[in-house]
């Protein structure tokens, strides 16, 4: 049974970039027609899709977000990671990684990390 | 401001059937599939019902899902005490150039 877990740095100070990395355990990150997103939720608020990638590298981003965003993949350490720059405190958040069966709106998340937390402050 | 709304609680006793409700629009829900997750206490999310009303290996049929225009539901029956969590609705968005769109949430509690 394919397994994520997230991890990086649990602060970060404004203006820098934010960089977490999910590893895939318990199957290949290039699996079938699996895409890999990365949602965050906002202390008492709802979930916020930033965006996904295919193993190939194709990614696609939450319009609202893109230009601060950067999705990228490592097959051979069955790994995809987050990069968010110039973050500020509205970037706190807990960050989860999923995984969904194919591309759009056909496919819910059926794979999740646990997810981690980060507080962006100085 | 989550993009889809969802009323922040909900609550019943061990037996009762709840339904929590989900209200979109026409570039979510409407044209779009409805996805249902669970995160209980401590766990990862969940994908709960996919594609409006079906449901994934191992999830009990006391789950259930409907979508109606721009407004979906989750019904869950005879409920128990390990049922208390939080639910998240989903749905894809045709705005812009497309991106999943979440409630904010429902918190139910089991009394």
């Known amino acids: 049974q394919v397994q994520l877990q997230e991890s990086g740095p649990g602060l970060v100070k404004p203006s820098q970039t934010l960089s977490l990395t999910c590893t895939v355990s318990g199957g290949s990150i290039t699996r079938g027609t699996y895409y890999w997103s990365w949602i965050r939720q906002h202390p008492g608020k709802g979930l916020e899709w930033l965006g996904y990638i295919y193993y190939t590298g194709n990614t696609y981003y939450n319009p609202s977000l893109k230009s601060r965003l950067r999705i990228s993949v490592d097959t051979s350490k069955n790994q995809f990671s987050l990069n968010v720059n110039s973050v500020t405190v509205a970037d706190t958040a807990v960050y989860y990684c999923?995984?969904?069966?194919?591309?759009?709106?056909?496919?819910?998340?059926?794979?999740w990390g646990q997810g981690t937390t980060v507080s962006v402050s100085s | 401001q989550s993009v889809l709304t969802q009323s922040p609680s909900a609550s019943g006793t061990p037996g009762q059937r709840v339904i929590i409700s989900c209200s979109g629009s026409?570039?979510?829900?409407?044209?779009?599939?409805v996805f249902w997750y669970q995160r209980l206490p401590g766990t990862a999310p969940k994908l709960l019902i996919y594609r409006n009303d079906q449901r994934p290996s191992g999830v009990p049929d006391r789950f259930s899902g409907s979508k109606s225009g721009t407004s979906a539901s989750l019904a869950i029956s005879g409920l128990r005490s390990e049922d208390e969590g939080d639910y998240y609705c989903?749905?894809?968005?045709?705005?812009?150039?497309?991106?999943?769109?979440f409630g904010g949430g429902t918190k139910l509690t089991v009394l």
């Open positions: 026409s570039s979510n829900i409407e044209r779009n599939y």
């Open positions: 989903a749905s894809w968005d045709d705005s812009l150039t497309g991106l999943w769109v």
């Open positions: 999923a995984g969904q069966g194919g591309f759009g709106s056909r496919y819910g998340m059926d794979v």
